[in-house]
T-cell receptor
Framework: GENVEQHPSTLSVQEGDSAVIKCTYS??????FPWYKQELGKGPQLIID?????GEKKDQRIAVTLNKTAKHFSLHITETQPEDSAVYFC???????????FGAGTQVVVTP | DAGVTQSPTHLIKTRGQQVTLRCSPK?????VSWYQQALGQGPQFIFQ???????QRGNFPDRFSGHQFPNYSSELNVNALLLGDSALYLC????????????FGSGTQLSVL
């Protein structure tokens, strides 16, 4: 089955700097790649997603890039703010049924 | 517009007991998926319900079962609880006719003693 690896497991950045989280997937049939942000005591919140027919997508300070050939995708957060501190998960799906395979998560800490 | 709601928020059970968790999907959504999230890990897919039937299932034993009601709400049942079942159980809803965007509830924290 699909396997998603996520790096790094923890990321500490200064406020205003950029943060990058990388994921790789194993199943070349995967075609949908969402990113979720999870704050303490809450469920994961969808922040951005990308489909396999698109190489890059941006939404204000966050962007996601996808390299289908290498089977990896990345999340970029620019001008980080303390409220960006959370656990971020990448995921992959190869069908429209909503079964997502998640990475293990990245704990992002933004220090003022 | 209410999002995905889950109840209860916390639950404590002992080994061997049975538990039922409940989920109401986001307005307009007709598909409910359940995920188990162990501490420090990503969510793991349990199963998905659409049109009151289990449409897809992950690698979970038959002790895990579910149900979807005509109003699209759903229940997750776990029998013969084990210590290893302690986790955050997340419900996610989506619309079968649209993009596969999943919206998660805040989860039910289950502790098995």
């Amino acid at each position: 089955g699909e396997n998603v690896e996520q790096h790094p497991s923890t990321l500490s950045v200064q406020e205003g700097d950029s943060a990058v989280i990388k994921c790789t997937y194993s199943d070349s049939a995967s075609n949908y790649f969402p990113w979720y942000k999870q704050e303490l005591g809450k469920g994961p919140q969808l922040i951005i997603d990308i489909r396999s027919n698109v190489g890059e997508k941006k939404d204000q300070r966050i962007a996601v890039t996808l390299n289908k050939t290498a089977k990896h995708f990345s999340l970029h957060i620019t001008e980080t703010q303390p409220e960006d501190s959370a656990v971020y998960f990448c995921a992959a799906s190869k069908d429209s049924w909503g079964k997502l395979q998640f990475g293990a998560g990245t704990q992002v800490v933004v220090t003022p | 517009d209410a999002g995905v709601t889950q109840s209860p928020t916390h639950l404590i059970k002992t080994r061997g007991q049975q538990v039922t968790l409940r989920c109401s999907p986001k307005s307009g959504h007709d598909t409910v998926s359940w995920y188990q999230q162990a501490l420090g890990q990503g969510p793991q897919f349990i199963f998905q319900y659409y049109e009151e039937e289990e449409r897809q299932r992950g690698n979970f034993p038959d002790r895990f079962s579910g149900h979807q009601f005509p109003n699209y709400s759903s229940e997750l049942n776990v029998n013969a609880l084990l210590l290893g079942d302690s986790a955050l159980y997340l419900c996610a809803s989506s619309f079968a006719g649209g993009p596969e965007k999943l919206f998660f509830g805040s989860g039910t924290q289950l502790s098995v003693l």
